[in-house]
């Protein structure tokens, strides 16, 4: 997605939140397990289908040992930024612009995830239910806390790195700021310390005052290649130990 692209999106999302608390019709996403089925300007259901084909082919193929899910946050690695942070490991990007977390489990579901056995996951999921679904910290927290659960089903061996969902909004007042924070706090309490490992990586994104720079988030929600070399740098070494 480019950086028009990009800020197409963010506009769509504050203007759905905005409709969706306007009327009072809030998508249910947290935990309602369902594919695509919403049509976005920037990524069609068809192109989400087609992503979710290739993927699918790849979990077929297996020999995948760190599992990255997402959304496009997950999906906007830059290939220099991927092949120099995690290009030592057996790892594969199963990220998809604009899936929340009922997306997510649905996906797990399907795609023949089950053939894969990697050793570490790195899930960040939960920004498009505030963005898209217009749900509570509560609401996504539970979509959370499901898919944890079902990786734990899944694949009963591997270590989860359970990504804090990374700080919005150029304020750090912003409502959607302090959302994010309320449901970190809940999110942070999934870690076990054996197989779920929780770890916030947003602080830096932050300017020292807490605002977030437009040369960190040009639309204060996606990642410039910079970002990702700084997010990358954090990864790599907690990804490194969890393999060990």
């Keep these: 997605m480019n950086m028009r692209m990009k800020m197409m999106a963010s506009a769509v999302l504050l203007c759905v939140a905005t409709l969706a608390q306007a009327d009072g019709q809030v998508r249910q996403c947290a935990t309602t397990v369902e594919p695509r089925s919403v049509e976005y300007p920037w990524?069609?259901?068809?192109?989400?289908?087609?992503m979710h084909r290739e993927q699918a082919a790849l979990?077929?193929?297996?020999?995948?040992?760190?599992?990255f899910l997402g959304d496009?946050?997950?999906?906007?690695w830059p290939k220099a930024e991927w092949d120099s942070h995690f290009g030592?490991?057996?790892?594969?990007?199963?990220?998809?612009?604009?899936?929340?977390?009922?997306?997510?489990?649905?996906?797990?579901?399907?795609?023949?995830?089950?053939?894969?056995?990697?050793?570490?996951?790195?899930?960040?999921?939960?920004?498009?239910?505030?963005?898209?679904?217009?749900?509570?910290?509560?609401?996504?927290?539970?979509?959370?806390?499901?898919?944890?659960?079902?990786?734990?089903?899944?694949?009963?061996?591997?270590?989860?790195?359970?990504?804090?969902?990374?700080p919005v909004e150029q304020q750090p007042d912003h409502p959607r700021?302090?959302?994010?924070?309320?449901?970190?706090r809940q999110v942070a309490t999934l870690d076990d310390g054996k197989r779920v490992f929780?770890?916030?990586?947003?602080?830096?994104?932050?300017?020292?005052?807490?605002?977030?720079?437009?040369?960190?988030?040009p639309d204060f929600l996606h990642l410039?290649?910079?970002a990702y070399r700084s997010w990358g740098d954090a990864l790599q070494p907690d990804i490194a130990r969890l393999l060990n």
């Excluded at 496009?72 to 906007?76: A, L, N, Y």
């Design 198 to 217: 929780y770890r916030d990586y947003g602080p830096i994104f932050l300017q020292p005052d807490g605002t977030i720079s437009p040369q960190t988030m």
């Design 43 to 50: 990524m069609s259901i068809a192109r989400w289908q087609q």
């Design 88 to 166: 030592r490991f057996k790892a594969a990007n199963f990220g998809i612009g604009g899936d929340h977390t009922g997306n997510m489990l649905w996906r797990l579901q399907n795609g023949a995830m089950d053939k894969l056995r990697p050793k570490v996951v790195v899930l960040l999921i939960g920004t498009n239910n505030f963005g898209l679904c217009g749900e509570s910290p509560a609401q996504v927290y539970t979509g959370i806390q499901s898919v944890v659960a079902s990786l734990r089903q899944l694949y009963p061996d591997a270590k989860i790195l359970l990504n804090a969902v990374l």
């Design 177 to 184: 700021r302090t959302n994010v924070a309320a449901l970190n």
């Design 72 to 76: 496009s946050i997950t999906e906007g």
């Design 224 to 226: 410039t290649p910079g």
């Design 59 to 67: 979990a077929a193929r297996g020999n995948i040992d760190v599992l």
